[in-house]
């Protein structure tokens, strides 16, 4: 131990009247760095209270995730827009790849309705030759983008990235030809003769 005395012995260092169950509280100095970090809490506080509450000068968390949502919207936006514009052009990719996420995308979200081997449920049959909305690689992808809502059919663009949507049109582009075990019945004229609604 130190020479220094023991505080207990020092009268004036006690805070009188403040005492329970026999503990005593003594009435220290704050260490000075400490009273300075409280002094810059402060400052810091009534700066920050003015630039962001009183004169709004700062963007506040919620402003700037909206401000980068809208940036994030945008480049999505621009996506679908080029990818809108290329279906004419686009031709199903025969890449093991991209057939093996489209497959991926195609058991997740769509075989609910169409069934795993495309042989239809909710969802029309995509084995056979018979197509409501076109038989081409360009209507199907139309088809997958836009939906058709009132049957059920979801506007993909909404859940599924440009690059999911042509990988998921080219795996289907597999099931023509093929002949699952009960499929649904056609539910409209043989296609191609028939003209593409959308356009
Ligand atoms: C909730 C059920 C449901 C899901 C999930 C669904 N579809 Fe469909 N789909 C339908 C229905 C219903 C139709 C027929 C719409 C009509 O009758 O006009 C359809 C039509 C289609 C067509 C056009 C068929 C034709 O005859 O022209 C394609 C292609 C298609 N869906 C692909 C997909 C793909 C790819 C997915 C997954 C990304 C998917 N569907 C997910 C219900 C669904």
Redesign the pocket.
């Known amino acids: 131990m130190n020479d220094r005395k023991n505080p207990r012995d020092d009268k004036d260092l006690i805070i009188q009247g403040h005492e329970a169950d026999g503990i005593q509280e003594l009435d220290n100095d704050l260490p000075r760095w400490w009273v300075w970090m409280f002094v810059l809490c402060v400052v810091h506080a009534t700066g920050y209270l003015l630039y962001y509450h009183v004169f709004n000068m700062g963007r506040l968390q919620a402003a700037e995730y909206a401000a980068e949502m809208d940036v994030g919207n945008k480049v999505k936006r621009e996506a679908q827009q080029q990818f809108e514009a290329s279906l004419a052009s686009l031709k199903p990719s025969t890449d093991e790849e991209v057939l093996g996420k489209g497959r991926q ?2 058991e997740t ?2 075989s ?3 069934r795993l081997d495309g042989g239809g449920q ?3 049959n ?1 084995c056979d030759d ?5 038989a081409r690689f360009e ?2 992808l139309r ?2 983008i836009h939906g ?1 809502p009132v ?4 506007a ?1 663009k909404e859940t ?1 990235k440009p690059s999911e949507i042509y990988a ?2 080219s795996y ?1 582009q597999g099931f023509p030809g093929t002949m699952p075990p009960n499929p649904k019945p056609p ?2 004229e043989q296609q191609p003769e028939k003209p593409n609604e959308f356009e």
């Open positions: 995308t195609y979200y769509c609910p309705c169409h909710v969802g029309p995509l018979y197509w409501i909305h076109g209507d199907n088809t997958i058709v049957k059920g059919m979801l993909w599924l998921v049109a289907i539910e409209n």
